[in-house]
């Protein structure tokens, strides 16, 4: 449903602890494992003291990271920027960082290799999170600094829906009898490959579902329940309107139009509104 908004002063800036609750947990997971490590190599392997270095430095990782970065102008700041997705690599390299540097031989070598392995998980999944949470925060911002214009809710268009649906069933088919073959046939370096069809099959599944935009001055707003982001319009350079869909070109390399915003019009209750805020900001061809 298309509604359309009233402008809204740019919030101050003011603390935001989810945020720096969200910063402290990312500390935390790279701190504590790599923390732990190094007392496994250098001091001892108990259970109980490594049980408390983790414990002990990932408390101290939250507290600094909640402290340091719970202010609503550092998330929006992190939000506006590319390099807020090197906080999930961050954590990739680290415990490949790990895995490499302590090749010692005894139990502290198992230790380090688990830990690395919770280093880099953790690492990924937090900065995933600290990435979604930043681009939430500068996507408020942005618009409430901007006069919104229509809101609405649609998916991709029939035909996209179409493909996808046979892609997904294709590589998740395709995944699990490889996989199936592999155990039986025994070649097992192949696993890897029907891993990566299954999660892509998975993946692949939400890349029409229904999306929140929101066409304000400042740009178009996509939207998910766990994240929301602003594109620009510099981001774009046309649209187009047929019956079966409305596309809105991204600028520069888009290959197959796969960066484009490709939207289904017979969802949209007032397309008339969408198109007058369109014609505003870029040609429409």
């Avoid at 600094?64 to 700041?77: D, I, L, S, T």
């Avoid at 998740?172 to 490889?178: A, I, N």
């Amino acid at each position: 449903m298309a509604t359309v908004d009233a402008h809204r002063d740019v919030p101050a800036d003011e603390p935001d602890s989810f945020f720096g609750f969200v910063v402290g947990l990312y500390v935390a997971a790279l701190l504590a494992p790599v923390a732990t490590v190094g007392v496994a190599v250098t001091a001892t392997t108990e259970a109980g003291v490594l049980f408390f270095t983790f414990l002990g430095v990932g408390t101290a990782g939250v507290a600094v990271g909640w402290r340091a970065a719970g202010r609503e102008a550092v998330a929006v700041r992190l939000g506006s920027t590319r390099w807020a997705w090197l906080a999930p690599a961050a954590g990739l390299a680290y415990g490949g960082g790990v895995l490499a540097a302590t090749g010692v031989e005894g139990p502290a070598s198992g230790i380090a290799v688990g830990l690395a392995l919770l280093g880099a998980v953790g690492g990924l999944v937090g900065g995933t999170g600290l990435v979604l949470a930043a681009h939430n925060r500068h996507a408020k911002a942005v618009l409430a600094g901007s006069e919104r214009r229509v809101r609405f809710s649609t998916t991709g268009p029939e035909r996209d829906r179409r493909l996808a649906k046979w892609a997904v069933g294709a590589l998740m088919l395709g995944g699990t009898v490889g996989f199936a073959a592999s155990i039986v046939a025994g070649f097992e370096s192949l696993r890897w490959l029907f891993h990566l069809m299954i999660a892509g099959g998975a993946g692949l599944s939400g890349a029409v579902a229904e999306r929140t935009y929101v066409v304000a001055d400042a740009g178009v707003r996509v939207g998910t329940p766990v994240h929301k982001r602003v594109r620009p319009w510099s981001r774009f350079e046309s649209y187009s309107l047929t019956d079966d869909e409305l596309r809105v070109r991204r600028a520069g390399w888009s290959p197959w139009g796969l960066r484009d915003l490709r939207l289904d019009p017979e969802e949209i209750d007032d397309v008339a509104a969408v198109r007058a805020v369109l014609d505003a900001h870029l040609p429409r061809r």
